[in-house]
């Protein structure tokens, strides 16, 4: 069955668990999806994990478009979100409106992501409004960690707990469907879960939340430049990749790939007739 807002709305109420993965090409997006996940995230962290930058700022909508077009092509029932890059929503409300239309008509997105607390709640209203679904970002964000003093777990003070305690109810009043909670400490994420009526998405935010999503790189381990310490392997799929590279480089060099099995065949009489 395809996974919705409406699906996510209905686990929230039921106090079933949400699962949530990244995903950025076709061929991965459709493994994802037959595992059986609710939703695949096309984050910007593509823009490490993929690209090679050593955060997500320089990621453009362009980038964004392109990967999830692929994902989409690739994924039959998940719910297909697609992340908002750096500056595609904060230079206006209109500007906001047009990018969250470009990954929905372009990139065949099903929602957008954006992050941010009370300062976006404006640019949700107004991509709400145009019909497209929201799930917020709160917590660490990513496209602020410049502000934020680097990758630093968020609402350890009762001043930040309370701060964003505010965010969350702020972008559930603004419309959106659902919030991710990144870099929280367990039992604030889940005292903020216990407090909104729409579906929190953990990620190093603890058990409380209505759901968690991991970058699929990280937990089957592929990317390998540096591990969150929230991150659980559930597969050294890496590991399997080089042994396998170091397999076909030795086949090669002793001759014992390619074999007759893989070979194409002609006719000895053509091959007697050449020159």
């Given at each position: 069955?395809?996974?919705?807002v ?33 939703s ?57 409106v047009?990018?969250?239309?470009r ?10 992501k ?6 976006v ?39 930040s ?14 419309g ?5 909670l ?17 579906p ?41 990749m ?34």
């Open positions: 069955m395809k996974n919705t409406l699906t996510f709305k209905e686990a929230k109420q039921k106090g079933e668990k949400l699962t949530m993965l990244t995903a950025y090409d076709y061929s991965t997006a459709k493994l994802v999806d037959e595992a059986g996940v609710n695949i995230l096309v984050g910007d962290s593509l823009g490490m994990v993929m690209l090679g930058y050593e955060d997500t700022l320089s990621v453009t909508m362009e980038d964004m478009i392109h990967h999830t077009a692929a994902v989409a092509r690739g994924t039959k029932n998940a719910l297909v979100v697609g992340d908002m890059p750096f500056l595609s929503y904060n230079t206006g409300i209109r500007d906001a047009i990018n969250a239309g990954l929905m008509s372009e990139g065949r997105a099903n929602c957008v954006l992050e941010g607390g009370k300062e709640c404006d640019v949700i209203r107004a991509i709400t409004d145009a019909k497209i679904p929201v799930c917020a970002h709160i917590g660490l964000t990513p496209q602020a960690v410049n502000a934020l003093g680097g990758f630093k777990v968020q609402g350890k003070s009762l001043e707990a309370k701060a964003l305690i505010e965010d969350a109810l702020a972008v559930q009043e603004a959106a469907f659902a919030v991710v990144e870099c929280v400490p367990a039992a604030l994420a889940e005292k903020i879960s216990s407090m909104l009526d729409i929190t998405i953990g990620i190093g935010a603890g058990p409380g939340c209505d759901g968690q999503v991991l970058v699929y790189q990280d937990m089957l381990g592929v990317y390998k430049d540096f591990t969150p310490k929230f991150v659980r392997k559930f597969a050294n799929v890496g590991e399997v080089t042994q396998g590279i170091k397999a076909y480089i030795d086949a090669v060099a002793d001759g014992s790939f390619p074999e007759e099995k893989h070979c194409f065949k002609i006719s000895e009489d053509i091959i007697d007739k050449l020159y």
